[in-house]
Nanobody, 120 residues
Framework: QVQLVESGGGLVQPGGSLRLSCAASGSIFRIISVGWYRQAPGKQRELVASITGGASIQYADSVRGRFRISRDNARNSVDLQMNSLKPEDTAVYYC??????????????WGQGAQVTISS
């Protein structure tokens, strides 16, 4: 089916920047949406940003204006550029792809997670 491999993440000071990348491989017939979620300790996983197949982009209110999601259709990849990072952005970030792997069947796929820590 579909495999996702994330890269990026790490430790940066408040105000810094990080870039996350996610590469998809496998049987992708048609992508429904790609996006990034995050989960902080003791909190539920939440949507950070997403792009639908029709290129409609959605951001969480908490990151709008600071984060930018982009998609490379040729490479089946999705990136998340994170600027002006705050301590409250600290979380494990997960890449998500919803895609058809055949003409009639679709799946919901997750990356392995990337730790992002914002601390001075």
């Amino acid at each position: 089916q579909v495999q996702l491999v994330e890269s990026g993440g790490g430790l940066v000071q408040p105000g810094g920047s990080l870039r996350l990348s996610c590469a998809a491989s496998g049987s992708i017939f048609r992508i429904i949406s790609v996006g990034w979620y995050r989960q902080a300790p003791g909190k539920q996983r939440e949507l950070v940003a997403s792009i639908t197949g029709g290129a409609s982009i959605q951001y969480a209110d908490s990151v709008r204006g600071r984060f930018r999601i982009s998609r490379d259709n040729a490479r089946n990849s999705v990136d998340l550029q994170m600027n002006s990072l705050k301590p409250e952005d600290t979380a494990v970030y997960y890449c998500n792809v919803k895609a058809y792997y055949s003409a009639t069947s679709w799946g919901d796929y997750w990356g392995q997670g990337a730790q992002v820590t914002i601390s001075s």
